[in-house]
Nanobody, 120 residues
Framework: QVALVESGGGLVQAGGSLRLSCAAS????????MGWHRQAPGNQRELVAT???????NYQDSVKGRFTISRDNAKKTVYLQMNSLRPEDTAVYYC??????????????WGQGTQVTVSS
């Protein structure tokens, strides 16, 4: 079983910054891609950013230049630095990780979500 625990959400004014963290724990043999998704009320969940195990990144167009995804493989943790936040960034942010468990089975795990609210 692999668990993801997110932290760092909150309320911030437009133009402000927040840093989200997501730590993976459990029977992990290897962590491959990790990422952040978000879901605003009435909307579908959407990809925000992903990072591979060797550090290659991918971003949704609307966050390019404002958000930065990074990871610490030793800590099994992925981060999302969010700058120049806009009210439209308001959503529940979910961490996602895929990899292999020590049981030999692959996993695709999600965190419980953390609320980010940007006021205008």
């Amino acid at each position: 079983q692999v668990a993801l625990v997110e932290s760092g959400g909150g309320l911030v004014q437009a133009g402000g910054s927040l840093r989200l963290s997501c730590a993976a724990s459990g029977s992990i043999y290897s962590l491959n891609d990790m990422g952040w998704h978000r879901q605003a009320p009435g909307n579908q969940r959407e990809l925000v950013a992903t990072i591979t195990s060797d550090g290659s990144t991918n971003y949704q167009d609307s966050v390019k230049g404002r958000f930065t995804i990074s990871r610490d493989n030793a800590k099994k943790t992925v981060y999302l630095q969010m700058n120049s936040l806009r009210p439209e960034d308001t959503a529940v942010y979910y961490c996602n990780a895929v990899g292999w468990a020590t049981t030999g089975r692959d996993f695709n795990s999600w965190g419980q979500g953390t609320q980010v609210t940007v006021s205008s």
